[in-house]
């Protein structure tokens, strides 16, 4: 298995929504990351998780919760999100070779 | 701080034309460079890449030689297709496990 899923594909919530983002990747690979994108820009670095702990977080806002269940499986938990977060959510992998991108989620808050 | 410029797109070309996108970087050490190409509604696709100097990165009929003298990754392909049309992402990582640093991205349109 060489790729990274995400779902789900697309999400519309609204300001007093929770919702979750999941992340999953059988690569055997132990960084996992967490990114923004909004259109026409490259995407943003958000959080970084190593080993299954927190080891970055760009100064993102609290209505942002990152989770590492394990190894291949990263969320990332949305309450009280505001309309400018609307956006493309980007997970990713990495080993040496390289970073590897999911599909993404395009999230919409209304 | 380690950073990557792109030329300024949109580019647009005709089917088989030739295509060169432009990227340079700034970083101390010796660090690894990448392709990324976005397709609409897509994520991210690692296209290329190359680790160390004078290394060529080929992939899908796009090639990129790591040039350190001139601190550039330039993408290239002899015969570019409608499918080819995207947004082209040079990025690079820092040898001192810095994290990835993005260039703007080029977005390639392709008439056909």
């Known amino acids: 298995d060489t790729e990274v899923t995400q779902t789900p594909k697309h999400l519309v919530m609204g300001m007093t929504n929770k919702k979750s983002l999941k992340c999953e990747q059988h690569?055997?690979?132990?960084?996992m990351y967490w990114y923004k994108q909004k259109a026409k820009k490259p995407p943003e670095l958000m959080f970084v998780?190593?080993?299954?702990?927190?080891?970055i977080n760009e100064s993102v806002p609290s209505r942002f919760s990152p989770e590492c269940p394990n190894s291949s499986l990263l969320n990332l938990h949305l309450h009280a999100l505001q309309p400018e977060d609307s956006a493309l959510y980007l997970c990713?992998?990495?080993?040496?070779?390289?970073?590897?991108f999911g599909p993404g989620t395009r999230l919409t808050v209304l | 701080g380690n950073s990557v410029t792109q030329m300024e797109g949109p580019v647009t070309l005709s089917e088989e034309a030739f295509l060169t996108i432009n990227c340079t970087y700034t970083?101390?050490?010796?660090?690894?460079l990448f392709w990324y190409v976005q397709y609409p509604g897509e994520g991210l696709q690692l296209l290329l890449k190359?680790?160390?100097?004078?290394d060529k990165g080929s992939n899908k009929g796009f090639e990129a030689t790591y040039r350190k003298e001139t601190t550039s990754f330039h993408l290239e392909k002899g015969s570019v297709q409608v499918s080819d049309s995207a947004v082209y992402f040079c990025?690079?990582?820092?040898?001192?496990?810095?994290?990835?640093?993005f260039g703007p991205g080029t977005r390639l349109s392709v008439l056909p």
């Open positions: 990025a690079l990582r820092g040898n001192y496990g810095q994290n990835f640093v």
């Open positions: 998780y190593s080993y299954e702990k927190l080891s």
């Open positions: 990713a992998s990495s080993h040496w070779t390289g970073k590897f």
């Open positions: 190359a680790t160390k100097a004078d």
């Open positions: 970083a101390t050490g010796y660090p690894s």
């Open positions: 690569m055997g690979h132990r960084a």
